[in-house]
């Protein structure tokens, strides 16, 4: 149940900004969760601390925030696994080209497996390496901040494996009215 919540209801902060969208979630999570949690709970004392964990697994998913429980973590991990190339399709195509948009078009596939040194292995393919910055920057990072992370190995592969050259995502850019496009 913590695990379900939190991650349904993770990113409802954004409505209001993706600055500090962790803690408006929290806010804009609480009543729901209060609402719900009793129709699932018969005591009001574990619908309470169920309620308490699902906030600190929503309110904790970026890495600056440490998750402290594995649920938390779980949410988090789960959330920086969530990189695929549709994500950078839009911004891109609407001309906001940038090392997030460019690394996040690399992506070609995450998969979560059995790891061969730890119990879970994170495997991302990209098409292009500059997919390694989301890998080193969001993903990493978010498995860092959690009591999981002893758990997880993390590997990135270029595809096809052995390949000489990248997909070009980017060929010529021009700079202009502040931001750099595709031209």
């Given at each position: 149940?913590?695990?379900?919540?939190?991650?349904?209801?993770?990113?409802?902060?954004?409505?209001?900004?993706?600055?500090?969208?962790?803690?408006?979630?929290?806010?804009?999570?609480?009543?729901?969760?209060?609402?719900?949690?009793?129709?699932?709970?018969?005591?009001?004392?574990?619908?309470?601390?169920?309620?308490?964990?699902?906030?600190?697994?929503?309110?904790?998913?970026?890495?600056?925030?440490?998750?402290l429980t594995t649920e938390a973590s779980i949410v988090c991990i789960a959330d920086g696994?969530?990189?695929?190339?549709?994500r950078g399709r839009l911004p891109f195509d609407l001309g906001n080209v940038n090392i997030?948009?460019?690394?996040?078009?690399?992506?070609?596939?995450?998969?979560?497996?059995?790891?061969?040194?730890?119990?879970?292995?994170?495997?991302?393919?990209?098409?292009?390496?500059?997919?390694?910055?989301?890998?080193?920057?969001l993903l990493r990072r978010k498995v860092d901040s959690g009591v999981l992370r002893d758990?997880?190995?993390?590997?990135?592969?270029?595809?096809?494996?052995?390949?000489?050259?990248?997909?070009?995502?980017?060929?010529?850019?021009?700079?202009?009215?502040?931001?750099?496009?595709?031209?």
């Open positions: 149940m913590i695990v379900l919540a939190a991650a349904l209801l993770h990113d409802i902060g954004n409505q209001v900004h993706r600055r500090m969208h962790p803690l408006f979630s929290a806010v804009l999570a609480t009543p729901i969760l209060t609402r719900l949690l009793p129709k699932v709970y018969e005591h009001p004392e574990i619908a309470a601390e169920i309620r308490g964990f699902i906030l600190h697994a929503i309110y904790s998913h970026e890495a600056d925030t440490p998750c696994c969530d990189m695929f190339k549709g997030h948009t460019v690394s996040a078009l690399s992506i070609r596939d995450v998969k979560v497996e059995r790891g061969e040194r730890r119990p879970v292995r994170i495997r991302v393919e990209m098409d292009n390496s500059a997919g390694i910055f989301q890998v080193q920057e758990k997880v190995e993390i590997v990135a592969v270029a595809m096809p494996p052995g390949a000489a050259t990248d997909q070009r995502i980017v060929s010529r850019l021009i700079y202009e009215e502040g931001v750099f496009k595709p031209f």
